[in-house]
């Protein structure tokens, strides 16, 4: 038999996710446009094949193994999530050095950061995260029996002390900078040779044979949102924290870095005038966000066992959003390419 999440507990914030998760995807036909000479057309072109196929390709997944397919879905926003947030670091970073680090310490990163609401809600509250995912899978028929070692007590005591080593370690990887990067740096910026700071500079808390230990501000915010994002999902219960974390910060964290992608989008940010860029996006995004909602009524025609609560509605709806995640993922992917965000 399988399991169902509480819908009192569930819809709301579930809700809430569905209403904001699809427009934050829904212009990726145009970001090609934004980010290189391609044509609307040939922009749309690409992004609706792209599509079509993986989308496609992991639909017929959820219908022939839906268990391993949520699991998928578990990791595949795992990694997104992160590398939306190792954007933001380098976004934020002052400049006079580069935050993350490295390639590894930017995976690091990525992997510390897709776990805040991917893991360490598993890890708070085991039961509530097994009936959500068995409530993912039911309409498909799938049962979690299978993976239901993933909730075991010792499984997450495991994760959740290798989740708080890891963030220790990617903070210390973060305060350690070669002593080459750091004259490099500074020297770019515009230290002089009286050693006085200027705008830009970076001044080591301590240096130790080729490194320095520095505080700056990429490692400052990283360590104070990783504080944040640790006592908000252990405190709140999983369904509400994941859906507030995702409204709230990834979608729009991406949508603003959208909006900033487009020159009338940026200006607009400039000027302070957030109503008519967030508009825009808005207006933009629409046409598609209606086209995903219409696509839950084909779904729900589709499924071996059709929903007959809204709380299950909206886990269908939110498994037509693992779909549509994985070639989201890919498009957000290039964007990072085109933009550097890990190269550096």
């Not at 509530?128 to 075991?152: K, N, S």
């Not at 130790?208 to 504080?227: F, Q, T």
């Not at 999902?233 to 949508?255: D, E, K, M, N, S």
């Not at 603003?256 to 508009?279: M, P």
């Amino acid at each position: 038999m399988t399991e169902r999440a509480s819908p009192r507990l569930g819809t709301a914030p579930a809700s809430l996710r569905a209403a904001v998760r699809r427009p934050h995807g829904a212009v990726d036909h145009l970001v090609p446009r934004r980010l290189s000479t391609a044509s609307t057309r040939r922009s749309a072109a690409v992004v609706v094949v792209l599509y079509a196929v993986l989308g496609g390709a992991y639909l017929a997944w959820w219908f022939l193994h839906p268990v391993s397919a949520a699991v998928a879905f578990v990791l595949l926003t795992w990694a997104h999530w992160g590398q939306g947030d190792v954007y933001l670091l380098r976004a934020v970073d002052d400049d006079s050095l580069t935050y993350p680090r490295s390639v590894p310490h930017r995976l690091l990163t990525l992997v510390v950061r897709g776990a805040m609401p991917m893991a360490v809600p598993l890890v708070a509250d085991a039961t509530q995260y097994r009936r959500v995912v068995a409530d993912f899978v039911a309409p498909f028929g799938g049962d979690v029996t299978a993976v239901a070692w993933l909730f075991d007590p010792g499984t997450t005591r495991l994760l959740g002390v290798g989740l708080a080593a890891l963030t220790l370690l990617t903070l210390l990887r973060g305060l350690v900078v070669r002593r080459s990067a750091l004259a490099t740096a500074n020297a770019t910026a515009g230290l002089d040779a009286a050693g006085a700071d200027r705008p830009g500079t970076v001044t080591p808390l301590v240096t130790l044979g080729p490194v320095a230990l520095v505080a700056d501000r990429g490692l400052r915010v990283d360590a104070v949102e990783l504080g944040v994002l640790w006592l908000f999902f252990l405190a709140v219960p999983p369904v509400l924290a994941v859906g507030l974390y995702f409204c709230l910060w990834h979608a729009l964290r991406h949508v603003v870095r959208l909006i900033a992608a487009e020159a009338s989008g940026s200006e607009a940010l400039r000027a302070g005038d957030h109503l008519a860029a967030f508009g825009r996006f808005a207006r933009q995004a629409a046409p598609l966000t209606a086209v995903a909602l219409a696509m839950v009524g084909g779904l729900y025609a589709l499924v071996p066992v059709p929903p007959g609560e809204i709380g299950e509605l909206v886990g269908l709806y939110l498994a037509l959003i693992a779909v549509l995640t994985l070639p989201h993922v890919v498009v957000v992917a290039w964007t990072d390419r085109v933009q550097g965000v890990w190269t550096g």
